[in-house]
């Protein structure tokens, strides 16, 4: 069964980092994979995307904390994040898209303390 998982939220400190994995299962011919946030009450956005040629594209206000990457043998997608601030702190979502759907994870949170 076609699936997405994501981990590695959790709580962590202003300055800190964290480093988020999505993991797609039985999903072939992954062409676009793409981090989200949403915090409660506001709109889904994108934080950072990778096509299956690693080709990347990140959301305006990442001002180069955020850094995404893909591990093709493992099916996998990460999103390191440095320097963390408490306005990061949302629940992420991961993306996978092939020419038939977009696949979505269940999210993980990330609370930064200040």
């Known amino acids: 069964q076609a699936r997405v998982v994501e981990s590695g939220g959790g709580l962590v400190q202003a300055g800190g980092s964290l480093r988020l994995s999505c993991v797609a299962s039985d999903i072939f011919s992954i062409g676009f994979s793409g981090w989200y946030r949403q915090a409660p009450g506001k709109q889904r956005e994108l934080v950072a995307s990778?096509?299956?040629?690693?080709?990347?594209e990140y959301g305006d206000f990442v001002k180069g904390r955020f850094t995404i990457s893909r591990d093709h043998d493992k099916n996998t997608v990460y999103l390191q994040v440095n320097d963390q601030e408490p306005a990061d702190t949302d629940v992420y979502y991961c993306?996978?898209?092939?020419?038939?759907?977009?696949?979505w994870g269940q999210g993980t949170q990330v609370t930064v303390s200040s």
């Open positions: 993306e996978q898209e092939n020419r038939q759907r977009r696949y």
């Open positions: 990778i096509t299956n040629t690693d080709s990347t």
